[in-house]
């Protein structure tokens, strides 16, 4: 089943369910981290390949799926070893509440990999080159009042990062994570989410005009473990990001939320995959986008699959997207997987359009200017997923960048 709606943003939506046969079966147990193993197939889509060895990647060309949106001549050399990493690119500060330990640990560390292993070259290429991860631990049981912090500033140059974030059994806690600055990056991010842990993760990406970032983020949820991201991209001249979920276990339940503003020449990339391999788990998936300016790019890939041991499943994601000027454009792309039909409901959307001008004329006939309609209007498209933050000071400096990207466009 597929779809295609052309506005005259240039956008191009189209989605697809399909019913397969599943691979052949290997263990991606997670090291230390207690949690039983799952089987998995060499990775979630099938015949990919899923490896912590770089030269088991081939250098891209442009011409793969899992390549064909993203402009490589932009990528600054992360996609063909190129990009050398430059010492003191990257300043990192962790704040973090009492009974959180914070650690800088080498690839040795069973934790380190523990969610997955790369699937792209540039994941692959920031596995091998990083020095030290970082590692936040919740331990058991803590009840976090205050979220962790991690604020990352690019100082310039080229760096290479890694981050685990480790929930214990039964825990619950808020982690922000903020890029500023310039820097060209290439990172994974892993998130351990214990047996009956609840975790969200608010990850910001509000870089220099001129900035580079391309991260794969994987998710490994426990039994009865519940999983949140949220995230947002302004900034940067190209973001690439691959947000990831595996089940550990029975009972996992994971939410993904994103909402990202695209102004001229940015190319703003969101590439979605949930691998429900495990039985009675749910996953949702909304993510909003807003693009204006000429060569203004959005991608948003979201891949659902649904294998035949997953009974009882319940799934969804949408994706929407506003089209504020003339010269942008948006490709998305829902896919959704069944390999059985014991699953509670499953099910995709997408769409792109422009402002709805019934909107705007309600609005304008009551008085208010078209500038404050149209902010109103937008503030209103983004306001659902704004709220899933749940931290009302970074939801109102949220709302305060998308009036001042609103208002750069009218000056």
């Known amino acids: 089943m597929a779809d295609v709606m052309n506005t005259p943003g240039s956008s191009t939506t189209a989605g697809s369910i399909e019913v397969g046969t599943a691979g052949a079966g290997a263990q991606l147990a997670g090291p230390g981290t207690g949690r039983e193993s799952v089987a998995h197939p060499v990775d979630a889509r099938l015949d990919a390949v899923a490896s912590f060895d770089v030269a088991d990647f081939a250098v891209p060309n442009g011409r793969e799926e899992n390549w064909r949106f993203t402009p490589l001549n932009r990528l600054r050399g992360l996609h063909d070893g190129t990009a050398e990493a430059t010492r ?13 330990t914070v650690e800088a640990v080498d690839r040795t560390d069973p934790r380190v990999g523990a969610a997955g292993k790369p699937v792209d070259r540039v994941a ?8 030290k991860a970082g590692v936040v631990s919740i331990p058991r049981d803590t009840r976090l009042t205050e979220p962790v912090r991690i604020t990352i500033q690019g100082q310039g140059g080229t760096a290479y990062g890694h ?29 351990l ?3 009956g842990a609840k975790l969200t993760v608010v990850s910001i990406q509000d870089w220099d005009d001129t900035a580079v970032h391309v991260a794969q ?9 519940s999983f949140k991201s949220v995230v947002v991209t302004f900034g940067g001249d190209l973001v690439r990001l691959h947000p990831r979920v595996v089940y550990g276990s029975t009972g996992g339940e994971a939410d993904l939320y994103g909402l990202y503003f695209a102004d001229a020449g940015q ?12 039985p009675h788990c749910r996953s949702n998936v909304a993510y909003k986008g807003a693009l204006q300016g000429k060569d203004a790019r959005a991608v948003w890939i979201g891949d659902v699959l649904i294998r035949a041991a997953a009974e009882g499943t319940e799934t969804y994601e949408l994706n929407r997207n506003l089209v504020l000027s003339d010269g942008a454009r948006v490709d998305s792309v829902p896919n959704l997987e069944i390999e059985t039909g014991e699953i509670v409901g499953a099910g995709h959307a997408s769409a792109t359009g422009r402002f709805d001008d019934e909107q705007l004329f309600y609005l304008q006939a009551r ?3 078209a500038d404050e309609a149209r902010r109103l209007v937008v503030r209103g498209f983004f306001g659902e997923l ?6 009302p000071e970074l939801q109102d400096r949220l709302i305060e960048k998308i009036d001042a990207e609103l208002e750069a466009s009218v000056a």
Do not use: C, M, W
């Open 217 to 225: 983020h994987t998710a490994l949820v426990g039994r009865d473990a």
């Open 163 to 191: 981050q685990v974030i480790e929930v214990g059994a039964f825990a619950e806690a808020v982690v922000v994570i903020e890029h500023t600055g310039d820097a060209v990056l290439a990172a994974n991010v892993e998130y």
């Open 124 to 131: 692959a290429q920031a596995f091998s080159s990083f020095g």
């Open 386 to 391: 704004v709220q899933q933050i749940g931290l």
């Open 367 to 369: 008085g208010i200017p």
């Open 267 to 278: 190319h703003l990339e969101h590439r979605l995959f949930i691998d429900h391999d495990t």
């Open 88 to 100: 003191g690119a990257l300043k990192v500060d962790v704040s973090a509440p009492e009974g959180v």
């Open 193 to 195: 989410v214990g047996d």
